[in-house]
T-cell receptor, first 115, second 116 residues
């Protein structure tokens, strides 16, 4: 079945460690997104990518990095520079240029806890 | 920058009743799209309904309908004949028309509980 797979589902990290969250899609979508979800703050955009080898910062990019070497993959690295990394992270994808029909398709999310 | 405001953090309603969730947004754009997403306890985000700003007719999807007031920048969601499966977080979202550079801005969400 087509969809978006995020892994791991749960991740624990010690302070000072970098961690990479995986996001893979087989929907043949060009655009991919990373959102962070915190209680009471909704979803906030971290990074997004419209095509391979290109990506843009979202509203809260500090302390995060991404790469887009393949159309199917958009991994997110949470670096030690992110001051408050404990959160729920959602990856999404869509076909660009079709905002009126191009709904976002979401993965099931990754819960990161910093110990 | 666009902002989306959901002023009701939590709501509850009896099963089979009708409930309306509020959403307002701020933008200087003329061409844009609005969405309601549902996030059940499983955390999987699902699109409920979408509205194109250039359409005057309110969107409807079965028991879900919107009241889109462009001048007031208001986009409320009405759920009729509510069911237990409607229990979820509901997020209002905005996307401006920007070919090849679309991104969604979300509100803070409304937690809806359907009471049996």
């Amino acid at each position: 079945d087509g969809g978006i797979t995020q892994s791991p589902k749960y991740l624990f990290r010690k302070e000072g460690q970098n961690v990479t969250l995986s996001c893979e899609q087989n929907l043949n979508h060009d655009a991919m997104y990373w959102y962070r979800q915190d209680p009471g703050q909704g979803l906030r955009l971290i990074y997004y990518s419209q095509i391979v080898n290109d990506f843009q910062k979202g509203d809260i990019a500090e302390g995060y990095s991404v790469s887009r070497e393949k159309k199917e993959s958009f991994p997110l690295t949470v670096t030690s520079a992110q001051k408050n990394p404990t959160a729920f992270y959602l990856c999404a994808s869509k076909t660009p240029g079709q905002a009126n029909t191009g709904e976002l398709f979401f993965g099931e999310g990754s819960r990161l806890t910093v110990l | 920058a666009q902002t989306v405001t959901q002023s009701q953090p939590e709501m509850s309603v009896q099963e089979a009743e009708t409930v309306t969730l509020s959403c307002t947004y701020d933008t200087s754009e003329n061409n844009y799209y609005l969405f309601w997403y549902k996030q059940p306890p499983s955390r999987q985000m699902i699109l409920v309904i979408r509205q194109e700003a250039y359409k005057q007719q309110n969107a409807t999807e079965n028991r879900f309908s919107v009241n889109f007031q462009k001048a007031a920048k208001s986009f409320s969601l009405k759920i009729s004949d509510s069911q237990l499966g409607d229990t979820a977080m509901y997020f209002c979202a905005f996307m401006k028309e920007d070919f090849g550079n679309e991104k969604l801005t979300f509100g803070t969400g409304t937690r809806l509980t359907i009471i049996p």
